[in-house]
């Protein structure tokens, strides 16, 4: 058995007697030799944190593909299994959603981080996280000094409900399924704007205030943040639905002006960014993304191969 | 985990990619045990439970190898250009390597899903000296077929109505030669096509038949959804916290038996503190 294959690598975090483990995909600068950790040196690293997928590849494998493609294009990826997750030690709690929206991953993945970054000697890292993984993201930037950016992929800033009503299911099975249900939907979401805009701008009472704090500290100094939304089924672009709150603008006036945020609309991509849409324009968004914010040698001689390949 | 134990990741070589692996050594071990695991869009959910009994079997003197099939999760490969031939040689290769480890002990075949039709095949071939089944596919062919048919009926929850697709009309589409997407997966005609060559071998339908079919030791278990999520369905992430392990005691009980394992005061101590 090897600890390296093709351009991925098997790394073991063991500081504080928490094993966290991990894939390295490494840099590709158009060289022969994929070369060792060396590779990482002196580079911004993007570290990949778990979702509520319960492994480091997540659903479809879509986060492998990712790191893959990034790492193509002449950047260091490392996706972490956080304990309790994957192969890493610890056991999963049965509130673990809860756990992950007040913060409580923040600080081991911070240490961890902090670990990572003085074995592989980088300059800093791009916490990079989707769904769930992006809360996480987002609390533990405030904790991480090695925190250089995020990439958040369709983050969400409300408090939602774990398991709902089985007669709440069936209702939205119905509104899903028929005509008749669908039109139900549809007044159902009328109403939802009515009372929104009664409340004039107010947060909805489920916003997760501790994470939007943490945004508003991290949004506000400056920090380059890549924001992806995945469309809904019921609107277009980075919009929400009919009646719900629109967050995506809330977190904008949240960071001020001086802020570093990018938002992007995913088109053709579901939830999981697994379908073959979402895997595309997920890839496209990140990797222009990067060019912009954090051109490395490795990347432009990446991307230099690349135009001279298809030239 | 106590002194000795220790678990490797590592990859090991197959034809056109390497395989994920994770070997679960203990030492002094008593047995050996290859993890055959569920189809590539089931793993997201067996995972964490999975890799709990290999670490509940290592803590009991048992070496356990586990692993991810060619073109899936941390292994390398492209999952498309992969069928079953494909695993069922991956599943050949790793208890190859497992039974020529020193030194020299009983190996089982252990079996889950679409990995206990793929376990099951492997053993009926004479590989390993017992077999244990988790709700093994009883066909390549019927178990995509079913997966296809909840990922139609999702798609008619979540797609738009110009967009919904029947497993009828997705199962042409492969038949015609195109790539369908199912769960993050592309299936190709190759899949579909290899799927109909695969089998529970008829031995192995259930302990009575496996009993008069086979010399070695073989369990199958139908495991029901108190074994969520190492079998579906799969309506909450919070299963993930799930306590299997009444059945991990249950099993290892009839493996120690199986392969007549030296349960003695020493190992008996060792699994007290684990």
């Known amino acids: 058995m090897k600890r390296a294959a093709q351009s991925r690598e098997l790394i073991e975090l063991k500081a504080n007697g928490t094993t966290v483990r991990g894939t390295l995909h490494r840099a590709h600068n158009g060289a022969a030799d994929p070369g060792s950790n060396d590779r990482a040196q002196g580079q911004v690293g993007i570290v990949f944190l778990n979702s509520m997928s ?65 074995r592989f000697e980088l300059t800093g890292v791009i916490l990079q996280g989707h769904c769930a993984g992006a809360v996480t993201a987002i609390h533990a930037s405030r904790a991480c000094k090695e925190c250089r950016g995020l990439i958040l992929m369709a983050p ?39 009372r929104l805009k009664l409340r004039t701008g107010k947060l909805p009472e489920n916003a997760n205030k501790s994470l939007l704090d943490s945004w508003k500290e991290v949004a506000s100094t400056r920090l380059p943040i890549l924001v992806v939304v995945p469309p809904d089924r019921k609107s ?28 992007k609309a995913a088109d053709g991509a579901d939830h999981s960014f697994s379908n073959r849409s979402g895997r595309a324009a997920i890839r496209e968004v990140t990797e222009n993304w990067l060019h912009c914010n954090f051109p490395q040698k490795a990347a432009q001689a990446a991307q230099s191969e690349v135009s001279a390949l298809s030239a | 985990m106590k002194d000795g134990q220790e678990e490797q990741a590592g990859y090991f070589e197959v034809p056109g990619a390497h395989l994920y692996t994770v070997l679960h050594r203990t030492p002094d071990p008593l047995a050996r045990v290859l993890l055959v695991g569920s189809f590539a869009h089931e793993r997201h959910v067996s995972w964490r439970p999975w890799a709990r009994w290999a670490r509940y079997l290592a803590a009991r003197g048992i070496e356990v190898l586990r692993f991810d099939y060619r073109g899936v999760g941390e292994s390398t490969g492209v999952f498309e250009e992969l069928c079953f031939s494909d695993w069922l040689e991956d599943v050949r290769l790793l208890a190859k390597w497992l039974s020529d480890r020193t030194p020299r002990l009983p190996l089982l075949l ?37 997966g296809l048919g909840r990922w139609a009926n999702l798609g008619q929850l979540l797609e738009s109505s110009s967009s919904r ?50 010399v070695k030791p073989v369990r199958v278990v139908q495991l029901g959804k108190d074994a969520a999520p190492l079998v579906g369905p799969h309506p909450g992430f919070a299963e993930e916290a799930n306590d299997l392990s009444w059945l991990y005691a249950e099993n290892f009980a009839w493996m120690a038996g199986a392969l007549a394992l030296p349960m003695g005061e020493k190992d008996e101590a060792r699994c007290a503190v684990a």
């Open chain 1, 54 to 118: 319960s492994t480091r590849a997540a659903y479809g494998d879509s986060a492998v593909h990712l790191a893959d493609a990034i790492a193509e294009c002449g950047y260091t990826v490392f996706r972490l299994d956080l304990p309790g997750y994957g192969d890493s030690d610890g056991d999963m709690p049965a509130d673990l959603l809860d756990i992950v929206n007040r913060g409580g991953l923040a600080s081991i993945a911070a240490a961890k981080i902090a670990e990572l970054a003085s």
């Open chain 2, 165 to 214: 697709q029947t497993a009828s009309g997705l199962i042409e589409q492969m038949e015609q030669g195109s790539l369908i997407e199912v769960e993050g997966y592309l299936w190709s005609g190759r899949l579909w096509r290899d799927s109909f060559h695969f089998e529970l071998p008829s031995g192995l339908a259930d302990n009575e038949a496996a009993s008069e079919r086979y």
């Open chain 1, 156 to 194: 969400y800033f409300h408090l939602p409900q774990i398991v709902r009503s089985k007669a709440r299911r069936q209702l939205s099975d119905w509104a899903l399924k028929s005509k008749f249900g669908g039109r139900f939907s549809n007044v159902f979401d009328r109403l939802k704007a009515l």
């Open chain 1, 236 to 263: 277009t672009g980075v919009q929400p639905r009919l009646g719900e709150f629109d967050y995506i603008a809330h977190i904008v006036r949240l960071a001020g002006p001086r802020s570093r945020i990018t938002i």
């Open chain 2, 110 to 146: 252990h079996g889950l899903g679409i990995g206990g039709l793929l376990a099951g095949t492997c053993f009926h071939e004479g590989t390993g000296d017992a077999l244990l089944l988790w709700s093994p596919a009883s066909s390549a062919n019927k178990f995509l077929r079913a």
